[in-house]
């Protein structure tokens, strides 16, 4: 699926759960214009029209508010402006709710503590803004509208707590959610990159040495095209048979399924060198190998693939020795050629690679040692010794 795709189907689930709380949230806020409305009595008909657009600019001030409330990152300017802007219009309604308000009823104190939940959902700074703010107004109001302070701040305070903790609850376990599915995301993004490591990894591994023994091939059937036609069409079927054999391995790794087992990798590098026209040298037992611990013959398997892979790149080698021996407790993998090159550049005999190889070896608790042995060869070694004599 393409990116579009993939980023529908992970909106959706995302966004379902944050309709539903905000749902819920609107449900408990829609009766804060309801109250104000419900327990006021404007004089006449137009303050009546005044009074409701004015309730219904609050609710949508409200609605932007809660928005931010579910909202996974808000915009914390934009936040405090809407905060800001809600608290405004609860002000300006200050004076015609009191003065219109019906007897013995309190509707500006139950709409400011709506409005100080709401911002206290927000943020705990809008909501102390609020509480403050809107609080100094009820008591102002309670003294100069009914001739006491304390009803109207008791009633604004208590209605912002409960609406403010039964909302709060839910907010938090949807912040929660959200937070959980980032943390999937990530392991799943994190996952599709290690596979994406693998698949180069394993290609580069597999593919390398026959990519270079095919170029090999093809300059030498270049060279026997004029004078040994023959010869240059064995060459050239054997580039297609090492062509067709890389694309299997290529198509085996996509899907996971490269071989890596020591004893094939040893006879892959011992048909391989001899196809370049390498002398090879492989000593290694059979039963030996099998007592071989997975993890060790694993590094060594690689290491047999990189290190022939050096050979056919770096090297001008003649022959080439390959030997797996066991000393006590300590098992030692050897590769050795006799073409060393002086180093230029990138085509230095250790290689990324080969340092890629230290650092895997070193995971595992053995030492990988690449170097110069002599004036004309080179030795890669690998050894780990068992723990008290054993695996």
Do not use: Y
Request: aromatic share 6%.
């Amino acid at each position: 699926m393409g990116k579009g795709g993939e980023d529908v189907t992970q909106a959706q689930p995302r966004r379902t759960p944050r309709w539903i709380v905000l749902g819920f949230l609107l449900a408990s806020f829609a009766w804060a214009p309801i109250i104000a409305m419900s327990f006021t009595e404007p004089p006449t008909p137009l303050r009546t029209v005044v009074f409701v657009g004015a309730l219904v600019l609050l609710g949508l001030a409200l609605l932007l508010v809660l928005l931010d409330a579910v909202a996974p990152a808000p915009d914390r300017a934009s936040r405090r402006w809407k905060v800001a802007g809600l608290i405004a219009l609860t002000l300006a309604l200050w004076a015609p709710t009191f003065s219109w308000a019906e007897p013995g009823e309190e509707p500006w104190p139950w709409l400011a503590g709506f409005v100080v939940a709401a911002s206290g959902l927000a943020g705990w700074r809008s909501g102390v803004v609020a509480a403050v703010v809107l609080g100094g107004a009820a008591a102002a109001g309670g003294a100069v509208f009914d001739g006491a302070p304390l009803p109207s701040v008791v009633t604004t305070f208590g209605v912002a707590l409960t609406v403010w903790a039964m909302c709060q609850a839910l907010v938090w376990l949807h912040r929660l959610w959200w937070s959980a599915q980032d943390g999937r995301e990530a392991q799943a993004r994190l996952a599709v990159a290690e596979e994406r490591l693998r698949v180069g990894r394993e290609l580069h591994d597999v593919l390398g040495r026959r990519l270079a023994v095919i170029a090999l091939k093809a300059e030498r059937a270049a060279d026997l095209a004029a004078r040994d036609p023959d010869a240059a069409a064995g060459e050239s079927r054997s580039i297609r048979d090492l062509a067709a054999g890389a694309l299997q391995e290529a198509r085996r790794t996509i899907h996971g399924e490269a071989v890596t087992d020591l004893p094939s990798q040893l006879r892959s590098a011992d048909l391989v060198l001899r196809s370049a026209g390498i002398t090879p040298s492989v000593a290694a037992d059979p039963q030996m190998l099998a007592a071989v611990p997975p993890s060790l013959a694993g590094l060594f398997a690689t290491v047999v693939r990189e290190a022939v892979t050096n050979v056919l790149r770096h090297s001008d080698a003649r022959t080439a020795s390959i030997r797996v021996v066991v000393q006590g407790p300590v098992t030692t993998l050897s590769v050795e050629n006799d073409g060393v090159r002086p180093a230029v550049g990138n085509d230095a005999a250790g290689g990324t690679g080969l340092a890629a190889l230290a650092a895997r070896a070193g995971a595992v608790g053995a030492e990988l040692v690449a170097g110069p042995d002599g004036d004309d060869r080179f030795v890669v070694r690998v050894s780990r010794s068992a723990p008290s004599g054993r695996w």
